[in-house]
């Protein structure tokens, strides 16, 4: 079943998906087909910098969509990689835009896409924060540790060394809470 408001398209328009690790759905300049929805597994949107470099734009795990700016856009503007096995559903393009005349799409559609413009502000602020203290801190309060403490760190762009340290003084000023390996809560 497919999350609000992708549950009202036509099933006719969805393409079932499955890739490994390291499999790419779909390139940078590629032309686009439509958007994604996530089932099972976890997709990395990537841009190649100019040194060949690749950047992490955004992270899609299972009941999320992603590449919906697509639907407005003749070519893709990054890559989609595979890091965890798993199986998407893509929904063509023009099925989407034929969804935007019923209004209960269309007002779906702007709140997820403000959510979601919503989330990339608060995570601009986050990374935007100088002190690794300060930055491990704001991101646990936002909720941004639902993985490995490696994956939250590569989220507010710092080394997972800086991370640790910094969730250790944490820990050691009694603001988190570290009752297992891997596992840091806020204290009430």
Same mark, same amino acid.
């Given at each position: ?33 439509? =958007?994604?929805?996530?089932? *099972?597994?976890?997709?990395? =949107? ?17 009941? *999320? ?31 989407? =835009? ?68 910094? =969730? ?21």
């Amino acid at each position: 079943m497919l999350p609000a408001p992708y549950d009202l398209i036509p099933s006719s328009a969805l393409r079932p998906f499955s890739g490994a690790v390291g499999d790419i759905m779909f390139h940078q300049g590629g032309p686009t087909h439509g =958007l994604y929805v996530v089932q *099972t597994g976890r997709v990395y =949107l990537e841009r190649v910098g100019p040194d060949g470099e690749r950047f992490i734009i955004h992270r899609a795990q299972a009941g *999320t969509s992603f590449a919906e700016a697509s639907v407005f856009s003749e070519v893709y503007h990054c890559d989609a990689v595979f890091v965890q096995a798993g199986t998407l559903i893509r929904i063509e393009k023009d099925a989407v =835009l034929d969804a935007f005349a019923d209004p209960e799409f269309a007002r779906a559609f702007g709140r997820q896409a403000a959510q979601q413009i919503q989330a990339q502000r608060q995570m601009l602020e986050i990374v935007g924060i100088r002190r690794a203290e300060d930055r491990v801190l704001a991101g646990l309060v936002a909720g941004l540790l639902d993985g490995s403490v490696i994956e939250f760190a590569a989220r507010l762009q710092l080394s997972h060394e800086a991370t640790y340290r910094a =969730l250790r003084k944490l820990v050691q000023d009694g603001r988190v809470k570290n009752p297992a390996r891997g596992i840091y809560h806020l204290r009430p």
